[in-house]
């Protein structure tokens, strides 16, 4: 029997009240846990849905789907969400920031030591203040172009599109790092979100292009 709103809301009686599908409630003292079994690979496994009244009935029966959609395309819901998880925490911290940084340190030998400090304070005092915790994965042209015109407003005028430039060699420098993407690419392709990243950073490059 189906659960109801009403009951998961009152009960406290200890145990597992089953919703189908392999999903039910788990009551303990401590609280109740959404929980969903499954079969992968001839093995008995468990995959964890959340915690009411955190995630509701409805939140957790599309998950459950969710999971039964992976189960059906040959894939084990534990490892993607660990997977989409990882690579969640792997692109929140390729900041811009953190990505422009690493761009500085590895083209500093390609300007003189004059121009790499004029444009390190660039970077510091025009663009990470507004920008520079966003991760660059998720990042849109009018993020940047957002950033670029308080400079304007300042009246650095001379200097902004000197600046467009250097966010768009970022941003090519992010395309490139192969090293890293692929490996934040395996995880997001697996969570389905891998082509739409891709697009963004490609798309952002087309962006910034009439402007460097």
């Given at each position: 029997m189906a659960l109801t709103d009403t009951f998961v809301k009152q009960t406290k009686d200890a145990g597992k009240h089953f919703d189908g599908g392999g999903m039910y409630l788990h009551v303990k003292p401590a609280g109740k846990y959404w929980r969903m079994d499954y079969r992968f690979s001839g093995k008995a496994k468990t995959l964890a849905l959340?915690?009411?009244?955190?995630?509701?009935?409805l939140k957790a029966r599309q998950?459950?789907?969710k999971a039964r959609e992976l189960l059906a395309e040959g894939l084990d819901p534990s490892a993607e969400k660990k997977a989409a998880k990882q690579a969640g925490?792997?692109?929140?911290?390729?900041?811009?920031?953190?990505?422009?940084?690493?761009w500085l340190d590895k083209t500093k030998n390609d300007r003189m030591a004059s121009t790499h400090t004029k444009v390190t304070t660039w970077l510091e005092k025009d663009v990470f203040p507004f920008i520079g915790k966003m991760p660059i994965s998720t990042m849109g042209p009018r993020d940047v172009l957002g950033a670029l015109r308080h400079m304007e407003g300042r009246g650095a005028l001379d200097s902004v599109q000197r600046v467009k430039q250097i966010c768009g060699q970022v941003f090519r420098y992010a395309v490139g790092r192969r090293s890293r993407w692929m490996g934040i690419g395996a995880g997001l392709?697996?969570?389905?979100?891998?082509?739409?990243?891709?697009?963004?950073s490609g798309g952002l490059v087309k962006a910034l292009r009439p402007i460097w």
């Amino acid at each position: 029997m189906a659960l109801t709103d009403t009951f998961v809301k009152q009960t406290k009686d200890a145990g597992k009240h089953f919703d189908g599908g392999g999903m039910y409630l788990h009551v303990k003292p401590a609280g109740k846990y959404w929980r969903m079994d499954y079969r992968f690979s001839g093995k008995a496994k468990t995959l964890a849905l959340g915690t009411y009244p955190e995630v509701s009935l409805l939140k957790a029966r599309q998950r459950r789907d969710k999971a039964r959609e992976l189960l059906a395309e040959g894939l084990d819901p534990s490892a993607e969400k660990k997977a989409a998880k990882q690579a969640g925490i792997a692109a929140a911290a390729n900041t811009f920031e953190v990505v422009a940084r690493e761009w500085l340190d590895k083209t500093k030998n390609d300007r003189m030591a004059s121009t790499h400090t004029k444009v390190t304070t660039w970077l510091e005092k025009d663009v990470f203040p507004f920008i520079g915790k966003m991760p660059i994965s998720t990042m849109g042209p009018r993020d940047v172009l957002g950033a670029l015109r308080h400079m304007e407003g300042r009246g650095a005028l001379d200097s902004v599109q000197r600046v467009k430039q250097i966010c768009g060699q970022v941003f090519r420098y992010a395309v490139g790092r192969r090293s890293r993407w692929m490996g934040i690419g395996a995880g997001l392709r697996r969570a389905g979100v891998c082509a739409g990243t891709r697009a963004r950073s490609g798309g952002l490059v087309k962006a910034l292009r009439p402007i460097w």
